[in-house]
């Protein structure tokens, strides 16, 4: 069983709609978590950090952590085409030799259609 | 600021050669980490280079090895590379500075090719 689940889709949505993307983990040392787009034949961008449970919100985009349930999550408002893209969840324990290792989810492809 | 660059951005090499692949990170930035992204495993973990040495090491064989230089800039190589080496090897840079500064940035990836 992977550390980090993420469902792969693909998801198809219309522009305008909500997007809610989600990831599960089981390793509790995991403290920071962090959400990346990547786009085709590009690397990932960050596009939100956390450490801590709770809300953070950035434009369109609010990152959500539960680490009680161990789900994190990723809503985008007012989709556009652009937006079009696959989003990767990552995760970082603290402290110790952790510091530069990123556990991946596998990556859900995004589709916002016109 | 300039991002972080990788040379070069497309390799094809044949089983049994090795290979060398280049990342130089943000200015300022003092860790480089290495992953491997292939559709079938996804983004993995290959090791993180700090101050010139290895931080932290993910579980590939000893073929996959790197270094970091003074200057922050990084290599990684792979010797007697295999098919199942095909990958987009992406490199990432972070400030390693204090707690909460482990945003990491990612290079446009390598993409390598063993036939």
């Known amino acids: 069983q992977k550390e980090v689940e993420q469902d792969p889709g693909p998801l198809s949505v219309p522009e305008g709609a909500i997007v809610s993307l989600n990831c599960t983990y089981s390793n509790s040392a995991f403290q920071y978590f962090m959400w990346y787009r990547q786009y085709s034949r590009k690397g990932p961008e960050l596009l939100m950090y956390t450490y801590s449970s709770g809300n953070k919100e950035d434009g369109r985009f609010t990152a959500q952590v539960d680490k009680s349930s161990k789900y994190i999550s990723l809503f985008i408002r007012d989709s556009q085409p652009s937006d079009s893209a696959t989003y990767l969840c990552a995760m970082r324990k603290a402290g110790g030799t952790s510091y530069g290792k990123l556990t991946f989810g596998q990556g859900t492809i995004l589709t916002v259609h016109p | 600021k300039a991002g972080v660059t990788q040379t070069p951005r497309y390799l094809i090499k044949t089983r049994g050669q090795q290979v060398t692949l280049s990342c130089s990170p943000i200015s300022g930035h003092r860790s480089v980490s290495w992953y491997q992204q292939t559709p079938g495993q996804g983004l993995q973990f290959l090791f993180e280079?700090?101050?010139?040495?290895?931080?932290n090491k993910g579980n590939f064989p000893g073929r996959f090895s790197g270094r970091q230089f003074s200057n922050s800039r990084s290599e990684m190589n792979v010797s007697t590379l295999e098919l199942g080496d095909s990958a987009l090897y992406l490199c990432?840079?972070?400030?390693?500075?204090?707690?909460?500064?482990?945003?990491?940035?990612f290079g446009p990836g390598t993409r390598l090719t063993v036939t």
């Open positions: 990432a840079s972070s400030p390693s500075v204090g707690t909460a500064n482990y945003e990491q940035y």
């Open positions: 280079y700090f101050s010139e040495t290895q931080r």
